[in-house]
């Protein structure tokens, strides 16, 4: 039996008060890890020069803005989340006269230009950290971190239980200068990473600094790296659990997501609203619930914050509509657009996360059934581009890259790798510097190796084998992008009409449009609700029916 979907409304787009209209609200935002780019001098590394060369590939690509994972001076112990000088940037990627050379490119070629700002920690080889350390215990700068004397006889119990993000301890104790065991330091993440204590107002002012250092450079924004940890609870409490990993994301923690980290981002917000242009802060805040995440984005705080829950949500009709459901709704009262993402630096791509049975997490080692990921993946964006709101897009997502799930041990680089085996840390496999041709040497990603090895089926891949392919991936993202730029209605609003759809499917009503997702094994069978527009695999249309394949999407004009 064939299903009829209704003719849906308009939709109500009207703007909830507070947030100004601005570029964001439904902007495509594509994400450069510039590690893995593209590699302007051929040291095998990716450098600023790569990717301002390859600028225009973006801008045909049609994504609105491009936020860079850090590029400052770093030694690279977390691939640059170990920021040393935050108004530097590291040697391996080029000057500050190559970033701004970058950012007016990108202007005059209309993307904007959103760079990453980590501020929860510092590297340890910060000059701030480095003499808190060579001036001792009592030395002021110490006061700058979380630096505490241990518990037990000795000193030579951690101050608390908490456990690092990387697996293990959360403390690194000290030696004082006189080469005896001394205070222990915070750092949630890597020991090269120690925690900024945020109670203190120089760490307060040099980011208000940092901030402006960036604005008069001309970016148009920031993303906050873990903008839910700078503040801890009063006192470093233990957390009296040994299963952190476990809460971690479930629950508020003492040093994640607490109510005081509110007061920071607003005092942010006035900073940009001081410059002219619309420059926006972007929260990267994994909370329990998204109502949380809501709260980074109230009218005089943060412009969006990433939607985790999105991302961490399986291949499967009733969990997506409840997760669009969810985001929509916790964003509305607060005025923000919601924003979607499928994949970034941190977790396997989404081709391979759909490619494996759901319930793994967004770490996953196998490579599962490649064909039937990638025709999820194409199915997923085609969905998400639909959405309104703001999607961000991870550099490779639109060649369909799968992760590379067999790098050599000795290849990998990620410190989570080393401190965790078996928790997290399998993040280099999304990681791996992206191909830009059929052949040559790293697939065109510069005119010499890779960081991390590409392996040898990367050339099919290549933006140079898919662009004007019929069919590929990359074509798909283009006509995508551009339809949703010929037709504002499909990111505008805060709102989707769902449509009476069979079991396993999802059909939502858009102004002018409507957008069919077949998320089960099977084809179904559905009334044409309108006229065929973009579908995310070959799909025809019988008369006044249509059979939609196995796990596809597609998009109707009505
Ligand atoms: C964020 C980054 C991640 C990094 C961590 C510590 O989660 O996305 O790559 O390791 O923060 O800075």
């Keep these: 039996m064939t299903q009829h979907l209704a003719a849906p409304s308009t939709g109500t787009s009207a703007e909830a008060p507070g947030h100004p209209t601005g570029w964001w609200q439904d902007a495509v935002i594509y994400q450069v ?39 400052y001076a770093s030694p690279q112990a977390d691939a640059g989340y170990d920021v040393a000088d935050y108004r530097a940037i590291d040697p391996m990627f080029g000057t500050l006269l190559d970033a701004d050379g970058l950012i007016r490119e990108a202007h005059d070629l209309g993307l904007r230009i959103i760079v990453d700002l980590v501020p929860n920690h510092s590297s340890d080889q910060h000059e701030w950290f480095k003499r808190a350390l060579a001036e001792g215990p009592g030395s002021a700068l110490r006061e700058r971190y979380h630096f505490r004397p241990g518990k037990g006889t000795d000193g030579e119990l951690p101050p608390n239980d908490w456990e690092s993000i990387f697996g293990g301890p959360a403390w690194t104790r000290t030696t004082d200068p006189d080469g005896t065991p001394g205070e222990w330091y915070l750092h949630l993440f890597a020991p090269e990473q120690p925690d900024f204590n945020w109670e203190h107002p120089a760490v307060a002012d040099e980011f208000r600094s940092i901030l402006r250092f960036w604005l008069d450079m001309g970016v148009d924004g920031f993303r906050v790296d873990v903008a839910h940890g700078l503040v801890k609870a009063e006192g470093l409490p233990d957390l009296g659990s040994h299963d952190q990993l476990k809460l971690l994301g479930n629950d508020v923690m003492p040093f994640f997501d607490q109510d005081g980290v509110h007061e920071i981002y607003r005092s942010w917000r006035t900073i940009l609203d001081e410059y002219p242009g619309d420059r926006i802060l972007v929260a990267e805040a994994w909370t329990p619930t998204v109502e949380r995440t809501a709260n980074y984005v109230r009218p005089d705080e943060m412009h969006q914050a990433f939607n985790f829950q999105y991302l961490s949500t399986a291949w499967d009709a009733a969990e997506l509509r409840a997760v669009i459901d969810s985001s929509l709704d916790a964003m509305r009262p607060v005025g923000a657009p919601t924003t979607w993402v499928l994949s970034n630096h941190d977790v396997t791509r989404h081709t391979t996360r759909f490619a494996n049975p759901p319930g793994l997490g967004t770490q996953i080692r ?15 964006t085609l ?28 290849a990998r680089q990620d410190p989570s790798f080393f401190r965790a085996e078996g928790q997290d840390g399998f993040r280099d496999g999304c990681r791996v510097p992206i191909p830009w041709t059929r052949e040559g040497s790293s697939y065109g990603f510069g005119a010499g190796g890779s ?55 999802l059909a939502l009503g858009r102004p002018g449009f409507v957008c069919t997702v077949n998320t089960t094994g099977a084809p179904v069978r559905i009334d044409a609700p309108g006229r065929l527009l973009l579908s995310s695999g070959p799909v025809a249309v019988d008369g006044d029916t249509v059979e939609l394949p196995a796990d596809t999407t597609v998009w109707w004009t009505v």
């Design 366 to 380: 196998t490579p599962g059934d490649g064909e039937l990921g990638l025709r999820r993946a194409r199915a997923a």
């Design 383 to 410: 969905l998400m581009l639909a959405l309104p709101g703001s999607a961000y897009v991870y550099q490779g997502e639109e060649l369909g890259l799968p992760d590379v799930t067999d790098l050599p041990d000795e």
């Design 33 to 71: 890890y510039p590690r893995s780019f593209a590699d302007g001098n051929g040291d095998g590394m990716g450098d600023l020069a790569g990717v301002t060369a390859r600028l225009p590939y973006l801008r045909d690509l049609g994504v609105d803005a491009v936020w860079l994972s850090p590029f």
């Design 451 to 505: 960081w991390l090895p590409q392996p040898g089926s990367w050339g099919a891949y290549s933006v140079e084998a898919q662009s004007g392919t019929e069919g590929s991936t990359l074509e798909l993202y283009r006509a995508a992008i551009a339809t949703r730029r010929e037709h504002p209605g499909l990111g505008a609003g805060t709102d989707v009409l769902w449509l009476d759809a069979p079991e396993g499917v």
